[in-house]
């Protein structure tokens, strides 16, 4: 554990009558953190970089800052992650000369629901009164797919308003569900005070379980007036 932030990085906002709340936090095995998450009055997006001597982070912050400049003009997420996926592409051909890229998950929010993309391990789940259900997943069968492979094409799936009533979307690095279980998922969500403080618990949940990677999750809620 020496030398790895306690703190976890948050981010927090309201999007199309939902409440966002994300956090990330640096793992053991590198001295920068290669996840990124970025939230905006649209919706959210997560990524995990994937490339050596740095690369994957810049990778990651690439993806992230495409993703949101799309979610923020009303684009597809499908749309966003797969333009994320050629610009990445490029800049590992063209500038870095090194292979990488990103896995990633990108959700609109807005009336009618969540419309999500996801390429590669980043997961998405549904954590209610009757458990945990993940939601929307890469195609099996891609094992290795990633953005900037120049061959993968995001997987988009909807998730309609009625279906989120009494439920928390969770989206998540493989830094997080490789290493927490359903229930101590469930007990963190719906114990803690805030969403916030839930994404907060969440993260140092997975550092506890002896997670090494970089974690970080983003959560989500229909508002309560709305």
Same mark, same amino acid.
């Given at each position: 554990?020496?030398?790895?932030?306690? #703190?976890?990085?948050?981010?927090?906002?309201? =999007?199309?009558?939902?409440?966002?709340?994300?956090? #990330?936090?640096?793992?053991?095995?590198?001295?920068?953190?290669?996840?990124? &998450?970025?939230?905006?009055?649209?919706?959210?997006? &997560?990524?995990?970089?994937?490339?050596?001597?740095?690369?994957?982070?810049?990778?990651?912050?690439?993806?992230?800052?495409?993703?949101?400049?799309?979610?923020?003009?009303?684009?597809?997420?499908?749309?966003?992650?797969?333009?994320?996926?050629?610009?990445?592409?490029?800049?590992?051909?063209?500038?870095?000369?090194?292979?990488?890229? =990103? #896995?990633?998950?990108?959700?609109?929010?807005?009336?009618?629901?969540?419309?999500?993309?996801?390429?590669?391990?980043?997961?998405?789940?549904?954590?209610?009164?009757?458990?945990?259900?993940?939601?929307?997943?890469?195609?099996?069968?891609?094992?290795?797919?990633?953005?900037?492979?120049?061959?993968?094409?995001?997987?988009?799936?909807?998730?309609?308003?009625?279906?989120?009533?009494?439920?928390?979307?969770? =989206?998540?690095?493989?830094?997080?569900?490789?290493?927490?279980?359903?229930?101590?998922?469930?007990?963190?969500?719906?114990?803690?005070?805030?969403?916030?403080?839930?994404?907060?618990?969440?993260?140092?949940?997975?550092?506890?379980? =002896?997670?090494?990677?970089?974690? #970080? &999750?983003?959560?989500?809620?229909?508002?309560?007036?709305?």
């Amino acid at each position: 554990m020496s030398g790895v932030a306690a #703190t976890p990085e948050l981010h927090a906002a309201r =999007a199309g009558g939902f409440e966002v709340a994300a956090a #990330t936090l640096r793992g053991a095995r590198r001295e920068v953190n290669e996840d990124r &998450v970025s939230v905006c009055g649209r919706g959210f997006c &997560v990524f995990d970089g994937i490339g050596g001597c740095g690369a994957g982070e810049v990778f990651a912050e690439l993806a992230a800052n495409r993703v949101r400049r799309g979610l923020l003009g009303g684009e597809d997420p499908g749309r966003a992650l797969a333009g994320a996926s050629r610009d990445l592409a490029s800049l590992g051909r063209e500038v870095l000369r090194s292979p990488g890229g =990103a #896995t990633g998950c990108a959700c609109a929010l807005g009336e009618g629901g969540c419309r999500l993309a996801v390429l590669g391990d980043v997961r998405v789940f549904l954590v209610g009164p009757g458990g945990v259900e993940e939601v929307c997943r890469d195609v099996p069968g891609l094992g290795g797919a990633y953005l900037g492979d120049g061959r993968s094409a995001p997987r988009v799936g909807l998730i309609g308003e009625r279906r989120l009533e009494a439920h928390v979307l969770l =989206a998540c690095s493989d830094g997080f569900w490789r290493f927490v279980g359903a229930r101590e998922l469930a007990e963190v969500v719906r114990g803690a005070p805030t969403l916030g403080e839930a994404a907060a618990r969440l993260v140092r949940l997975a550092r506890s379980c =002896a997670s090494p990677d970089d974690v #970080t &999750v983003a959560l989500c809620r229909p508002l309560a007036e709305s």
